[in-house]
Each structure stands twice: as structure tokens, then as C-alpha cells.
């Protein structure tokens, strides 16, 4: 089947344990701490790919954080999956290490590993860089999850294709992108930027969408880039 196809058929909701998730408590089960705990640890290998955290990323994993504690109705988790990412983020064991143990721990079928790599496709995305480094961590992911390496050749393509088109796109409005009068002051700035970020930033609970870059992660790195522009103005 072809790739997009698939990926059409991949369920955007996430969080597909919620099966074992019961209304009537906000008790967390082992199985949904365990996926958010390896989707944590992935997106700790993906940011530092690099060799450091930008912010853009930083910002984005603090929402991710959020997203995941207000989807599993636990709050009090966020400092353990916090302390993990930070612990994986420099630890030497492999992405690959990972997302094989996660595949083998979680078991879900091939479409969810591939939704959970256009969800790092995004993450690595999220700056406007797209290298080297990058390209070698999730291709480990990949073959963690065992994708098929057709589809993940294809995926890779497809993705590249989209980054190359948007590096080309670049004038911008800052104020208009952030939804702000041009003579608003830098704390409006900011308080826009902040909200826009929390309405737009990629959730794992990826778009039904024949694009691999995602629409959120496309208007993400022009909230971020048009921020940029206006905290320069501001020098701050």
C-alpha cells in the first residue's frame, strides 16, 4: 500500500492505551506511563541530535510535557518524565536501543511506529533545521521500530521534499503572524507568542494529513521566526 495511504489510516489519537485508562480514576496504568516514558526518551535523542537543545525545541518539549500529563490526567508524572528526558537527552545509550526496547515493550503494528516517526520528523523540523545528524537519529528510530526500509526510504524522500519547498518560503509579517498590532508593546509580543505556541505546536496526535510536515509545525516555525524578528527590534 502506498505510504501516504497508510499514513491516512494511521489513528491521530495518540494516546490509544486510553483503553486502559478508566474515566472514573486518573490513576495512570503501567502501559500508559511506559509509552509516554519511551516517547519522552526518543524526543530527549532527537532535540540533542545536534549537540544541543535550541530553544524552539526547549519551548516545544515544555508543551509536550504539558500535552502528555493532560492526556494521561496526571499531573504529578511531569517531574519524572521531565527528569527523564534530561537524563536521555545526554546518556550515551542509542535512539536505536530505544525504539527497539519500545517496540518490543508497547508492540503496536507498524502504522503507529510510523506515526510516531513523522511525529519526530516534526520535532526535528521544529527549528527550521533539517541535518545531518538529525537524518541519522531517526533513520536509527526506523530501524528500531522495524518500519519496512521501502517505506521509511519513502517517508525520508517525501519529507525532504516539503523541508526544501518551505526553506524557500520566507517572507513574513512578524505582526501579522502573531496576531498582534504594530504597535503593541514587547509584553503584548510575548503574551501572544506564548498563546499562539500553546494553539499550534505539533501534538504526537499527528495530522490526517498527505503532508509529513505538518501544518502545526509549519505555522510553529513562523510564530517562532516571527518572534525572533520582533525581539531583535525590541533587543531583548
Known sequence: MHIFLILI????????????????????????????????????????SDGVVSKDEANYISLLLDD?????????????LKDIYLYYKDTQI????????????????????????????????????????????????????????S???????????????????HSIDPYEILEVSKDASFEEIKASHRRLSRQYHPDFMMDKSDDIISQATKKMQQINEAYEILKNKFNK
Open 151 to 169: 517505506i521509511v526510504e519513502e517517508l525520508f524522500s517525501h519529507f525532504e521534499a516539503e523541508f526544501k519547498n518551505l526553506s524557500k518560503e
Open 94 to 149: 542509542s535512539a536505536y536501543a530505544i525504539a527497539k526496547e519500545y517496540r518490543q515493550r508497547l508492540g503496536f503494528s507498524q502504522n503507529i511506529w510510523i506515526s510516531r516517526v513523522v511525529f519526530f520528523m516534526n520535532l526535528a523540523y521544529i527549528d527550521g533545521e533539517f541535518n545531518s545528524d538529525e537524518r541519522e537519529i531517526l533513520r536509527e528510530i526506523c530501524d528500531g521500530f522495524a518500519i519496512n526500509k
Open 68 to 80: 502528555i500529563c493532560l492526556k494521561l490526567g496526571n499531573r504529578d508524572v511531569r517531574g519524572k
Open 9 to 48: 489510516g494511521v489513528i491521530i489519537i495518540f494516546w490509544l492505551l486510553g483503553r486502559g485508562f478508566t474515566s472514573s480514576s486518573l490513576r495512570v496504568s503501567k502501559l500508559q506511563y511506559d509509552d509516554a516514558k519511551y516517547l519522552i526518551m526518543l524526543t530527549a535523542k532527537v532535540a540533542k
